[in-house]
């Protein structure tokens, strides 16, 4: 019989995730029943929204009660099935859960086809959620066009370096905002971002207005706070912002007070838009057949940060508020086949 | 010759407009050179946007240049024309400026019928840019959908409260945030919104709860500030928020910090679109059409503060700050033919 591995929430954070948050738990895996699926994930995807997700109160999802597997997406491979929609050797992806073994009845599993050459991280990054959240996030609620300029906060994270790229392909001006001049030299010197703003490097509202001589005209919001703020100052008219993520406050037990230049989204005639990727379920196909062809052009990479191990999940969570990865942070929970472990 | 009277704008506010920050000029009308036109004011709009004009900075129109007459849209006669588009008992209506004569070129200024039995003001609330806001804001914005609940703050005042009669009409439950009893009565009472809600009256998060049962789908904000606050707490998915006054902040030297739960607006997938009316101006025709036939049908109301005397314009002005007017603030300027100065 398997044994199941498992971090559960057993207490809501207060501020960051704390190791107490979580309990490790150990338990066997039960037998099948009918119509149900067994699946042994490989890598975990870590994400800012993580974060909402273990508070009491419900985000865009239902609040997780307070000794549940903690909730996160995954990809694995179907080990057992006695659900005629999955077969041994499947690859899904899904909710799995910060968990070695998920056993569900297939609702939420998706199947996926494993690409030759095509490393597995790719399908939690470009060819998952992320990359998704990038395209139709961009392109559908950020509308650019040719010689727009385009701000991008949390630049060097997984979904910021991605909407950099692609408002480059899309005949932008693209600058971006990131934690390091480390990370600003990649986003500049290997994905070709036109500028990027390091905002710990001094006067943030100063540097963007020199790296945005002609305004902006799409802010891909990744960030919130003073990040934000110091593009609301700088919206041309007609301006859209994309409000994707507001990772300086998901930390904060008590919402901050918001941007103090909203009152430039009245006057230029602005829009915010909030987004969620989920939405866009149905389309994914749409656009990993167009990032897939813009990484076979060698016009899009991609950096993932595999954290080995799902013991190391709780500390490496907190790694996304502290600025600790660049590119798309990732635990790997188990091997391949064929994959030393 | 004639002897124009006028308010010139001296200094720059610091909070609200202080009498000092004007001074009375009296001085000759100068005869009209070809292409120009003479126009005496009959009324004069007061209007929250006037405190941004006043600043040093542009806003959505460029900086007034200290010692010009301060800027003001408003309705008057033209009586002397060298221009061809415009003939003496012309009505005009356009920036006249705080004064009693206006001499320009013509541009900017339209002219409109005198419809008999609507009074003067009318022309300057519901059948002016009053009315095309409350219209193109709720109707063009804020895409209000039968059934749903719209919340409009700002609700006693001009725009507000033709919006929330708009909503009626549209088959919406309309909640207005005012900010007295005695308006709030006047709202519910006499123009028909389902509820009424007083923000000094204590907890505005807890009785607008309480009056959106279903929550809000549609925000129609003209205040900002804690009052925006409650309303997008309540938010529902894809919520539309028409930013279309933050009139709490309009005499604050430096931007107050923004809304806490913006972040509902990404939870939510909600849209905040800001809207200046100006940029309908080819469709006021729209709008004065069916405001007309809605008031004809005794479904539309509106109610406006006429101060006499281009002498009370400074005063009158912060009554707009301190919820001193129901309905439209305007200074009679100079009686039409036939009434009584």
């Known amino acids: 019989m398997r044994t199941n591995r498992a971090w559960t929430l057993v207490a809501r954070p207060e501020g960051r995730f704390k190791p107490t948050d979580f309990a490790w738990t150990e338990s066997p895996v039960p037998p099948l029943e009918d119509g149900q699926v067994l699946v042994r994930q490989l890598q975990l995807s870590l994400d800012p929204t993580n974060r909402g997700w273990a508070n009491p109160t419900a985000t865009y999802l239902p609040a997780l009660p307070l000794g549940s597997v903690m909730r996160g997406l995954g990809l694995g491979l179907v080990e057992e099935s006695k659900n005629p929609a999955f077969a ?19 609702t939420g599993l998706g199947r996926f086809q494993r690409q030759p050459g095509v490393p597995l991280d790719a399908y939690l990054s470009v060819f998952g959620h992320i990359g998704a959240t990038a395209y139709f996030g961009l ?14 906060s ?3 994270g997984a979904v910021g370096s991605l909407v950099g790229q692609i408002g480059k392909i899309a005949g932008c001006r693209v600058v971006g905002i990131a934690g390091s001049d480390e990370k600003c030299r990649w986003l500049t010197e290997d994905l070709g971002f036109d500028a990027a703003v390091n905002y710990k490097g001094g006067s943030l509202a100063r540097t963007l207005r020199r790296a945005c001589p002609s305004g902006i005209d799409v802010v891909f919001e990744n960030v919130g706070g003073d990040v934000f703020d ?24 008590v919402p901050p007070p918001g941007p103090r230049f909203l009152v430039n989204v009245l006057t230029q005639r602005a829009r915010v838009e909030g987004f969620i990727v989920m939405d866009y379920a149905a389309r994914y196909a749409e656009a990993f057949d167009a990032l897939g062809r813009w990484m076979a052009e060698g016009r899009l990479r991609y950096r993932a940060d595999v954290v080995p191990g799902l ?18 942070l990732i635990v790997g929970v188990s091997p391949e086949p064929g994959e030393r472990e």
């Not at 041994?88 to 297939?106: C, E, I, K, N, R």
């Not at 609620?141 to 991008?152: I, L, S, Y």
């Open 88 to 106: 041994p050797g499947d690859y899904v992806q899904g909710m799995l859960g910060w968990q070695l073994y998920f056993v569900g009845d297939g």
């Open 139 to 152: 392109l559908d609620v950020g509308q650019p066009k040719p010689g727009d300029t385009v701000v991008v």
């Open 154 to 156: 949390g630049a060097a």
């Open 230 to 253: 110091a593009s609301l100052m700088l919206i041309n008219r007609r301006a859209r912002v994309v409000l994707c993520g507001m990772i300086a406050q998901y930390n904060e037990m």
């Open 311 to 328: 013991e190391q999940a709780p500390a490496a969570v907190n790694r996304l508020f502290e600025g600790g990865n660049t590119g798309k």
